[in-house]
Each structure stands twice: as C-alpha cells, then as structure tokens.
C-alpha cells in the first residue's frame, strides 16, 4: 500500500492524493516522505506535466500531521550520533519542501517552475499545513468543522518542517505568535483571513487546478525568493521588529516562565531566522527542532499528551467482552455547580438527561447555568439559538424522582455527606430500572463505603468530575471492592461520550488525584510556618510549570474546604493521622474569616471586585519570615517530591494500575509540569537512583513524608525505568 499516488488528466495537470490506508485521517511518515519525493521529481521531469495539485483521498480532511508514534521514537532510532540523525531526517524534510516551494524554476531568474497547488477537503494540522505552505496557492473547501494550523506546541514540540520559518517570513513575527506559540486551530475562513491560506472554495480542487492551468511565472516566487524582500512587521533590528521581538520574548516567558524547552526552542528559531536569508533559516529551525527532539521532555509530553491519551480515550483499559453501554438517559442528583455541569456536557453530547433537586427552583437553577453557557457560545459566535434550544430541550430538571425511571446511568453529586448520599442512593434505587448504573461524584469519600447503601454493589461506582466541568478534560473512575465490569464499561463509555478523557483507579481515600494534590498544597503551608515567602513558593512552583502556585490555588479553592478535609480525614485515621503545623495554620486562618477568594480575604488580599491585590502580609504576624530564605531548588523539590511519591505510592498500592494514567491523569487533572509527561515520566527522566538518594536527603531535613518507598528503592537499586517495567511495551512481554 501507498501513501501518496498521481494521476495526471487530460489537460497535463498532475492530482497527487494523500490517502494512507486504515487511517481516518492522514498522518506523514517516513515512507510517506520518499514516496511524495519521488512522485514530486517524476512530475518535474514529466514535460507532458504542466503543474500539479496536491489533495487528500480523505473526506473531510486533507491531513492531521506527522505520525506522532513515528516522532516518539525518532530520537531512539537516530543511530549512534542521535543529534546529527536527528537533523539530518529534518533537513531532508526541509529539502522535499523547498523543492516543491523553487518547483524546477531557475534560481537566477525565478522562471520556469511548475505551479504546484494545495487542495484541503477539510482539516489540515501540522505538516498537513507545514506541506500546503511550500506549494505556491493553497484551497480550501468550505467545511465548517473543519481546522487550520500548527497545533506542535501543545505536545512538547513545534512545527519543525518549515512551518516555523514560513510563517513568520510571510506573516511577521506578531502574526504568526498565535498560531506558533499557542496552537490556535482556526476555521478556514478565519485560516483565509489570516493568510495561513489563500483562499476557500466550495471545490478546492477544481479551483486549484485551474489556477495551476492560468499561473504566471511571477505566480510562484514566494515573497522571500524575490529581490527586496523584507519581513512583516520588521526584523529584529528594524524598530518597529525590535519591540516585537521583546515583546515575545516577554510574553513567552511570563506565560511559560521559562518550564516548556519548546516554547524557548521556537522564539529563538525564530529571532535567529529573521536575521538571515531564508534557506539558512530552515538550517536553524532544523537544528533547533532537533534540540527540542533531544530533549527529553518532548517524547514524555507526545508519549502522556498524545500517545497515552488518546489509547486511554479509545478504551485501553476498558473491560474485554463487555457489549457496547452508551448512555441514552443519564439522571444527575443535584443541580449545584457540579450537577449542572454533567449535566451541561452531557446534553453538549445528546444525551438527555433528568436533572433532579430538592425543589423546581433549585433543579431550575442548574438548568439555568446550561443556558448562560449556550448563550455565552452564542454571544461569541461559537453556537446558534438552534443548538442551545435543541441542548436544553435534553434537560428534563424536576424535583420529581420517578422522572428517573427509564436512566440507565445515575451520577450522584449531592452534599459532600456520607449519611445524604446514602438516603439519595437508596430512593432512587427504588425508582430506577434493576440494570442502572449508579456513580457517585465524590471527591474523597472512599466508593465501597458509599456503596453499602446500595442493594446493587456491584452497579456502583465513583465517577470523579474536576471543576468547573466543561472545562476540565479529565474524569477519574472508581472502582469500588464490589464494582463489577459493566460499570466500569459504562463509565468509559459514557466518559467517551462527553469526549474528555478517562482514567480507572482502585479505591482508596482521596483516589488518585486528590491523593497528589493535597499534599502539593499541605506541602506549601509547612513552608510557609516555616516562614518561607508564599511569593517564592508559587513561584518556584509556576517556574516547574504549575499552571497555579499552591498558596493561589488554595485562596481559589477555599481554606474552609482545606479544614474540612482535614478533620474528615483526621477523623477516619485516628492517630495514624500526621498533624503538622500547616493544619493549624489553616484553622487559624478559618477561624479569621480569611476563607480565600470567595470571603475576598485569605492569602492574598482582594479588591472589592475579588481581584488579587498582593499577598496578605498579616500570615507573618503569626509565621514570620524568615531571614534566609531557602534555595530555590529546595523548594521545587520539595513541591515536586511530595507528589510524585504518593503517586509512586498509590501504584504501590494497586490503586492506580497503569502508569499511563497516573501520567496523563496528573496533566489534565492538576496541571502537574506538563513539560515533564507526569511523575512518572518525570521519575525516570532524573533516573530511579538520583530520586531515591534525594528522598533520603529531604526525609532527613523535613520528615517521614519524603520516605523513598520500597518500590523505588528497588528500582533504584536495578537502575530501572518506570516505563520499562510497567510501560505497555513491558507488560506484554
């Protein structure tokens, strides 16, 4: 089987089509490179051949780029000297390019090449954007499902096949910024609008070929192969270039803060290009490309952001010979923020659903927020009046518990309480059909134990939504010591069905993600008794490119819920529990009504309006500072230790039972250094020993919690990977 084939029609144009069997959508390989680099070479050589587009046997969609199975293990398989295979691979991409961008024409004069043009039936991401730049006219079809652009930064990399060194020579540093550096994925009219595409047509392909058959010499000398070409916006040492260029580098770094290798990688590729003559640009995007390749961290990122994910959203752990059990008439208990926010991406995915409260109000009032976010889409012009009437016409919101007859999935997300979770359970188990599925949305409350109430163990279930739920990727499911396979089955079919990704964990206090992020934040009050700045400790956490610091992301998520798990979990482990002072700490700050942002008042101290206005000195009057800080280093480690070891810990224990999604679960969760892969990609990029030795050094210096557990110490001690032992690959041996 091909990749890539050519016909040429009765008028000498050439239709080259991009259709790699058993894929929905097209992705580049290496074999896929020769075939287009050979295909290219027979139609300029072919004088019969007067120019030549190039589309996609793909309905919908032209390409979704560069096979990232491929990109995981390119560094692995460059041979002795990686670096030089690595950018050898590049440049030959780099050449392929460049050959269809110069197509046969002179070097001297610009004249004499064959038009070479771009058909996109739909979606064009990645190289499937990176190979239309080269050509001399790009078409698209107007398809509104479908994206444009160059998506390389969200995992780990960027576009590395010119893509990087086009862009910005045809738009300018500042325009191309949002496409380079944030991934935006656009439709194409807004693609046409920006200049990532030359024009949409209602046929793309007999618009490209007709352009092909009328082009003029002058039609196919891109801006930098013509005399006086000068950037968009300005090099860098024209002036209004030179405060782009600060401008970036400012931007870059207070959003990154310096954690992401390829954020820093593309700035510099493109600072560095903009200063010389285009061919030596695409040297230095190869040789940066091939340092971000290098890195570790851009496999983590592609093998937890790509590879794991989407096997996790495609079922890897779904149980085996369970038929089909996608949800038709979800119930949810509760229409708080939680229930109305299941509710909410449950009708997004037309699913109808029974939204039930104590009153009308109350169910009304989840009903509600459904609404102020349709109407919210609308307003930006991201939905239609259609789609929002069509979505709450899903939303059945009732007081009314016989209205739940017919459900085939309940999720259960009522007061935080053992004693009304088991009343709810067992009413509206006398309501619902005898092969519901009933989950419950707890956070903490240990799933077997919330399952007594129920007369169906074995139906029962934990499924765990982050807040706020249309935003937040990640639903952790939980299997009670009854749950049985359809349940589980159910959950992650019914989790497909709202497309965010799924994670299956044991039970156990707190779960998995909870489990991790309690500490990040327990870890952050010691400190700060310690009399360590809070300024410091978010700030040592955002520079390991934490999305919140831990003392933030306590005013935003509230000291009274901190102190209200504290004494449930006290209270449950009795004197194993491992009081400190960042317990008193927060009752302290319970007990002077500084709650966090919603009292306006905690951390931080707050403007009327509930905006930050500086870190509340009054903590010092209790804690103060201390008058040698510590190392910043020590700080980060102690952050990043305290997670990464009950994660270990948790894996320990059978609670998680693929490190798969203790990795993608810890990103998507809690925002864990993203850079990193997750605690386990982070684990075996510093190596088991050197992580075992430094949990020596921190139980020493700051207590028992940092106790290397006997799983690493073994690993440690055999020099092992957790990705060799218990990756995929490993398991199947």
């Not at 027979?42 to 919908?60: F, N, P, R």
């Not at 950037?231 to 870059?252: I, L, R």
């Amino acid at each position: 089987m091909t990749d890539f084939t050519m016909k040429t029609d009765a008028d000498g144009v050439a239709i080259i089509t991009w259709d790699v069997a058993d894929k929905s959508m097209n992705v580049m390989s290496i074999d896929g490179l020769s075939e287009l680099d050979a295909l290219i070479d027979q139609a300029l050589a072919d004088d019969a051949i007067k120019g030549v587009v190039i589309t996609s046997g793909k309905d919908g969609s032209f390409a979704g780029g560069m096979d990232l199975n491929l990109l995981a293990t390119l560094r692995a398989e460059a041979g002795d000297d990686p670096a030089k295979g690595l950018f050898e691979g590049t440049m030959r991409m780099h050449h392929l390019l460049r050959k269809i961008e110069r197509a046969g024409m002179d070097p001297k004069t610009n004249k004499g090449g064959k038009p070479i043009a771009a058909a996109l039936p739909g979606t064009a991401a990645g190289i499937g954007l990176e190979l239309p730049l080269a050509t001399h006219r790009i078409f698209c079809a107007d398809n509104p499902k479908a994206r444009i652009g160059l998506p390389e930064i969200m995992v780990g990399i960027f576009p590395g096949a010119g893509g990087t060194t086009r862009l910005n020579f045809k738009l300018g540093a500042m325009a191309a910024s949002g496409f380079l550096l944030e991934g935006k994925m656009v439709a194409p009219a807004a693609a046409a609008k920006a200049g990532l595409i030359d024009e949409v047509a209602a046929d793309p392909v007999a618009a490209a070929k007709e352009w092909v058959l009328n082009a003029k010499d002058a039609d196919l000398v891109k801006p930098w192969d013509a005399k006086g070409y000068k950037m968009p916006g300005g090099a860098p040492y024209h002036p209004a270039g030179f405060m782009t260029f600060v401008g970036a580098n400012a931007m870059v770094n207070g959003k990154t803060k310096g954690a992401f290798p390829a954020a820093k990688a593309l700035l510099s590729a493109v600072y560095e290009g903009a200063l010389v003559p285009f061919d030596t640009a695409l040297k230095i995007e190869a040789r940066w490309f091939t340092s971000v390749l290098m890195n570790p961290s851009s496999s983590a990122m592609i093998r937890s952001l790509f590879l794991n994910k989407e096997a996790l959203e495609k079922g890897a752990v779904r149980p085996a010979g369970i038929p089909d059990q996608r949800v038709k008439k979800l119930g949810v208990l509760g229409a708080g923020m939680m229930g109305a926010g299941i509710a909410l991406v449950s009708v997004q995915a037309g699913i109808e659903v029974v939204l039930i409260d104590r009153d009308q109000a109350a169910a009304d009032k989840g009903k509600a927020y459904a609404e102020a976010y349709f109407d919210k889409g609308i307003a930006r012009k991201k939905g239609t009046v259609e789609k929002k009437e069509a979505a709450l016409a899903l939303i059945n919101a009732t007081p009314d518990l016989d209205a739940l007859k017919g459900c085939d999935l309940i999720i259960e997300a009522v007061f935080e309480d053992p004693a009304v979770k088991a009343e709810m359970t067992q009413k509206v188990e006398a309501v619902i059909p005898e092969d519901c599925i009933f989950a419950s949305n707890t956070s903490t409350l240990p799933i077997t134990d919330l399952a007594k109430a129920s007369s169906r163990a074995e139906q029962f279930i934990g499924i765990h939504f982050f807040s706020p739920v249309e935003r937040m990727a990640l639903v952790e499911i939980i299997k009670g010591k009854e749950t049985g396979d359809r349940a589980v089955a159910k959950s992650l079919d019914y989790v497909r069905q709202i497309r965010k990704t799924p994670i299956v964990v044991n039970d156990a206090r707190f779960f998995y993600a909870n489990r991790c992020i309690i500490p990040y934040g327990g870890e952050a009050n010691r400190m700060i008794t310690e009399g360590v700045a809070p300024v410091l400790i978010d700030n040592a956490a955002q520079m390991l490119g934490f999305p919140v610091g831990p003392v933030q992301l306590g005013d935003e998520t509230s000291i009274d819920l901190a102190t209200k798990i504290m004494r449930a979990t006290k209270a449950a482990m009795g004197n194993a529990y491992p009081a400190s002072e960042a317990d008193d700490l927060i009752v302290w700050m319970e007990d002077e009504g500084r709650l966090g942002r919603k009292a306006k008042a905690g951390y931080f101290d707050y403007d009327e309006k509930g905006k930050r206005l500086g870190y509340w000195k009054g903590v010092h009057d209790r804690y103060p500072l201390a008058e040698v800080q510590p190392d910043l280093q020590e700080v980060q480690d102690r952050l990043m230790f305290v997670q990464v070891l009950e994660a270990v810990r948790a894996l320990e224990e059978g609670v998680l039972m693929d490190i798969r999604e203790g990795d993608v679960g810890a990103i998507l969760g809690w925002g864990f250094a993203p850079w990193s892969g997750g605690p386990f990609s982070w684990l075996d990029m510093i190596g088991t020993p050197y992580a075992a030795e430094r949990c020596d050094e921190l139980e020493a210096k700051f207590g028992e919690r940092f106790k290397c557990p006997d799983l690493l110490r073994e690993m440690a001690d055999k020099n092992q990977t957790f990705y060799g032992r218990f990756g995929k690959e490993a398991a199947a041996a």
